[in-house]
């Protein structure tokens, strides 16, 4: 059965540093775009990254210049390096990872992140 499962997560101080990583049980996993998304307390879930198949990518700008994504196909795995953390930060975060032709999407369960003194 198809799944993604996040891992990475965890407690951090202000200025810190994660590295999140989603592992895809997936067919042909370098043909999906990957996102990460993060849900904040009492927020709505917000996009905060992804890296399409050709390799192109996108960065919210709360997280541009903090954040990096990038993908192993050999692994089928994308990661999300965030450096320079901040409280604003803390959520959690989701990987998605979307076919378009045909249509299919996967969701993780997500990983919290805390950013705390």
């Known amino acids: 059965q198809a799944h993604v499962v996040e891992s990475g997560g965890g407690l951090v101080q202000p200025g810190g540093s994660l590295r999140l990583s989603c592992v895809a049980s997936?067919?042909?996993?370098?043909?999906?775009?990957m996102q990460w998304y993060r849900r904040a307390p009492g927020e709505e879930r917000e996009l905060v990254a992804y890296?399409?198949?050709?390799?192109?990518?996108y960065y919210s700008s709360s997280v541009l210049g903090r954040f990096t994504i990038s993908r192993d196909n050999s692994e089928n795995t994308v990661f999300l390096q965030m450096d320079g953390l901040q409280p604003d930060d803390t959520a959690v975060y989701f990987c998605?990872?979307?076919?378009?032709?045909?249509?299919?999407?996967?969701w993780g369960r997500g990983v919290l992140v805390t950013v705390s003194s």
């Open positions: 890296i399409k198949s050709d390799l192109r990518t």
């Open positions: 997936i067919a042909n996993f370098y043909a999906y775009d």
């Open positions: 998605h990872a979307q076919l378009y032709t045909p249509p299919q999407d996967y």
